[in-house]
């Protein structure tokens, strides 16, 4: 936020006065009602172009662990050998979570 310095400065009465009136506004504004709006259910009706997805299926090859990898016990995700930073109490720890 812009702050202009030129202004004429407040002093501590017309702060206070300020804020007096200031809780008398929320106050007011409060007492108004709000609508909780569900993200979910905005979302839902929300269309992206080109994202209609229904009948596509995703082909994805899932490979086993090999032998130079292990799976971080932090993250649990799975990393090469030469990310291993560390074990804790004989767990593996890759960097990132280190």
């Known amino acids: ?3 202009d310095y030129d202004t004429p400065r407040k002093t501590d ?3 206070n006065e300020d804020s007096l ?3 008398k506004s929320r106050r007011n504004d409060k007492s108004a009602s709000t609508v909780d709006v569900d993200e979910f259910e905005a979302a839902e009706g929300l269309e992206l172009p080109g994202a209609d997805l229904s009948n596509e ?3 994805v090859r899932v ?3 090999q032998a130079d990898e292990f799976t971080c016990m932090s993250c649990f ?3 090469h050998r030469s990310q291993l930073a ?3 109490n004989g767990q593996p720890i890759c960097r990132d979570c280190d």
Do not use: Q
Request: proline share 5%; glycine share 0%; aromatic share 0%.
């Open 77 to 79: 995700l799975v990393h």
């Open 86 to 88: 560390r074990e804790k």
């Open 13 to 15: 009465d017309d702060l």
């Open 63 to 65: 490979m086993p662990k």
């Open 57 to 59: 299926e995703l082909a």
């Open 21 to 23: 009136e200031e809780l």
């Open 1 to 3: 936020m812009a702050t």
